[in-house]
């Protein structure tokens, strides 16, 4: 079963808007925590924002943020002011309980953004 | 500047050959990771390391085995190579604490014919 879903497979948004996409998550850990990272067109992937599931307040980036809604085990991501370089696909991914395991990621969202 | 560099960036092997892809972090982490992505599944990880010497297998471990020789590198080693191992494959490293992030190399573009 999929314990990191992303069910936006792709995204289109006007440069300058915001754009929102969403994850959900499943897991039976009292503490875990909560990453998305972003691939550019090169393939290069890189860390944009973190969520720890004990704290109450929404991690904030620059122009990332973060709706995090742990009773629907639901972490959505949402980019302001959105640019062009912001096109890319984006991951959402778990770390549950040892600490050593890797990351469970989700299939990606690809956000295109025009100008 | 710490980074994850993988070896080779693009490679071709004949069905049944061995293949060995390199990862060398110099961000001093304790972790290191082997990633494949492919259409529809994302990324799903092979192998595992905690530190020099230890490996962990992960949710896709056939037909891949994993050396760590040192806190640097981590390997992924396939013995015989099959078409479906076809696929671009990341390394990562990160630290020992839940709430670490990974820092990904640039991945290395397989092909197996």
């Known amino acids: 079963a999929q314990k990191v879903t992303q069910t936006q497979t792709s995204i289109s948004v006007v440069e300058k808007t915001t754009v929102t996409m969403d994850c959900v998550y499943e897991t039976r850990d009292s503490s875990y925590f909560l990453f998305w990272y972003k691939q550019t067109a090169s393939g290069e992937i890189v860390f944009l924002i973190r969520q720890d599931s004990y704290k109450k307040e929404n991690a904030t980036v620059g122009h990332y943020s973060l709706n995090f809604q742990k009773p629907k085990s639901s972490i959505g991501l949402i980019i302001t002011a959105t640019q062009i370089e912001d096109s890319a696909v984006y991951f959402c991914?778990?770390?549950?309980?040892?600490?050593?395991?890797?990351?469970?990621f989700g299939l990606g969202t690809r956000v295109s953004v025009f100008p | 500047e710490a980074a994850v560099t993988q070896s080779p960036r693009n490679k071709v092997a004949v069905t049944g050959g061995k293949v060995t892809l390199s990862c060398n972090q110099t961000n001093n982490h304790n972790n290191m990771y082997w990633y494949r992505q492919d259409t529809g599944h994302g990324l799903r990880l092979i192998h595992y390391s905690y530190g020099a010497g230890s490996t962990e297998k992960g949710d896709i471990p056939d037909g891949y085995k994993a050396s760590r020789p040192s806190q640097e590198n981590f390997s992924l080693i396939l013995e015989l190579a099959t078409p479906s191992q076809t696929s671009v494959y990341f390394c990562?490293?990160?630290?020992?604490?839940?709430?670490?992030?990974?820092?990904f190399g640039s991945g290395t573009r397989l092909l197996v014919i």
């Open positions: 991914a778990m770390r549950e309980g040892n600490y050593a395991q890797g990351l469970t």
């Open positions: 990562a490293s990160g630290e020992n604490r839940g709430n670490s992030d990974y820092t």
